[in-house]
């Protein structure tokens, strides 16, 4: 897997402050994207274990909600692997903090994935520019939808994000 930056203290991509992962590799093409840029999967810089201290380290803080996923696509078929993996050792090392991951798919394409057991909070659906509202909290375009994750694989239906 390759990324692009990360954000630490973000307000912008989830709920609290979050440490932010921005990935490469996205093959939607969204027009309107803000980050086109992390398009291509070969861009930006390997992701090695450098990097995940990196991320680790900034989640360590106590005002840190925690990690969000972005990108690019985290769930690009070439990152699928390696975010799952991650998100299951920041699963492991801090229970106590939220994970966000921000997806062009639909829910009903991706929610059988092993790394839906790791995200607490999905925002789904490509952007769409016709759709664009920047009044909009935590997404980009109408047709997306903030995605409760555990409670909808607990109860086998979809229940959108309500804020603490």
């Not at 996923?69 to 991650?86: A, K, M, V, W």
């Not at 939220?98 to 009903?108: I, P, Q, S, V």
């Not at 394409?109 to 935590?138: C, N, T, Y």
Request: contains cysteine; aromatic residues 12%; negative net charge.
């Amino acid at each position: 897997m390759r990324y692009h930056n990360i954000t630490k203290d973000d307000m912008l991509n989830g709920e609290g402050l979050r440490v932010v992962l921005w990935v490469s590799g996205c093959d939607h093409g969204c027009k309107g994207c803000h980050n086109p840029i992390t398009w291509d999967p070969k861009g930006g810089l390997p992701f090695d274990a450098a990097v995940q201290k990196e991320l680790f380290d900034a989640l360590d803080n106590d005002y840190t909600s925690g990690i969000t996923f972005s990108g690019g696509d985290p769930l690009y078929p070439g990152n699928r692997e390696e975010i799952t993996r991650l998100a299951e050792a920041i699963k492991e090392r801090f229970p106590q903090k939220t994970a966000w991951l921000y997806t062009g798919y639909r829910w009903e394409e991706i929610s059988a994935l092993p790394v839906m057991q790791f995200i607490d909070v999905l925002v789904d659906g490509r952007f769409m520019l016709d759709l664009k509202d920047p009044k909009l909290h935590w997404r980009g375009s109408f047709n997306q939808r903030i995605i409760d994750v555990q409670k909808s694989m607990k109860n086998g239906s979809l229940y959108l994000y309500q804020a603490e």
